[in-house]
């Protein structure tokens, strides 16, 4: 079965109720193939998501930026996965880089998030991504392995699990090569990225299987813009993950 084109964004900690409604109506009016060809689903911060979702027209869907690890209680400043549920959010982002960094998320937490989250009928963005450091020592496939291999060990079904990688050198950096820089190799990122899409299916089809390396939605994100996304979009990668910078 061909993979559905999947475009998500990031709103993360950004809006005011004003620039909320402007993007909303913005979005409303856009035209954008049918449901049946891509999904497009938009993130904003907690706050906003019954909000955005009340505003938003109806083939477009709302993901929360993250979720508590279980089931909700005395966690003072969380969101639990059962309420995003009881609010009809379909979807939650999942192990964003900025939160493994910031907060400290580690592989096996994200893994375990990951998993309530789809045990209570969410959706799963699931991150990964390797530093620059870690790039530039080639460990690319062994940080972004481990990262899946926590997730992989416990999430039995997949179906409703999109990988997004999102190498965190390029998040917010504005490193995103045009076809001309990739074709120079200066900075062959699309190529980079196509041969990164072979090297993570491979990955999925050794140790999980051949038929969820096959159907399993991998998306890209980094410095994803109006200018760069078509040419990303036309590359094997089936999904766009943008941030918003509202103001
Ligand atoms: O983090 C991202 C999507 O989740 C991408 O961020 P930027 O678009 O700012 O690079």
Redesign the pocket.
Known sequence: MARKFFVDG?WKCNGTTEEVKKIVTTLNEAEVPSEDVVEVVVSPPFVFLNFVKSLLRSDFHVAAQNCWVRKGGAFTGEISAEMLVNLSIPWVIIG?SERRALLNESNEFVGDKVVYALSQGLKVIACIGETLEERESGSTMAVVAAQTKAIADKVTNWDNVVLAY?PVW???TGKVATPAQAQDKSYPLLFYLEIFECELRKWLRENVSGDIAESTRIIY????NGANCKELTDQPMLMV???VELR
């Open positions: 990031n964003h999102e390029a998040i917010g994100g980094g410095s994803v993950f943008w941030s």
